[in-house]
């Protein structure tokens, strides 16, 4: 049950992290605000995981404005882990930052839409074993249900 848990975690730290990006690109596409309004405005209310970090790149952005896009990103990541992210998701998301911190608006719109394709692949490994990991789960469960019963009958 502990890895179903862990599998189903990462699935959501997956698909949040899709919803933020999403939103970081139509910000970018539709409104000329800063980057640091801008990833405040992605994260919304979240005070954990993904959102957490973004509002912390921008708190740091705010603080040190001489520091890029990329430091600041990897600053916050060091001070806030996300339970269940894996090398790959982190690597593609680190990437954007570093493709983020310099060009225009429409430079960014593409790195934040090529940073949505790379994850897709991600995304779907994980929702395909989040399932399988629920259906070994209630399998097992069963499967030592009936051998209990029949123990004890």
Do not use: N
């Amino acid at each position: 049950m502990a890895l179903r848990e862990r599998w189903l975690a990462r699935l959501s730290l997956v698909e949040q992290t899709q919803d933020m990006l999403a939103r970081l690109r139509l910000m970018l596409t539709q409104e000329r605000m800063g980057m640091c309004e801008v990833l405040g405005e992605c994260a919304g209310e979240g005070k954990d995981g993904m959102p957490a970090r973004f509002i912390e790149t921008a708190r740091l952005i705010r603080s040190e404005p001489l520091m890029d896009l990329h430091a600041a990103y990897a600053q916050a990541a060091e001070k806030i882990r996300v339970a269940g992210e894996s090398k790959a998701e982190k690597k593609v998301v680190e990437q954007l930052f570093s493709e983020m911190g310099v060009g225009t608006a429409a430079m960014r719109e593409q790195a934040v839409a090529a940073c949505l394709r790379r994850l897709k692949p991600i995304a779907q490994e994980a929702a395909r074993k989040a399932e399988l990991g629920s259906r070994l789960c209630v399998q097992l469960g069963l499967l030592g249900g009936v051998m209990l019963g029949i123990v004890l009958w």
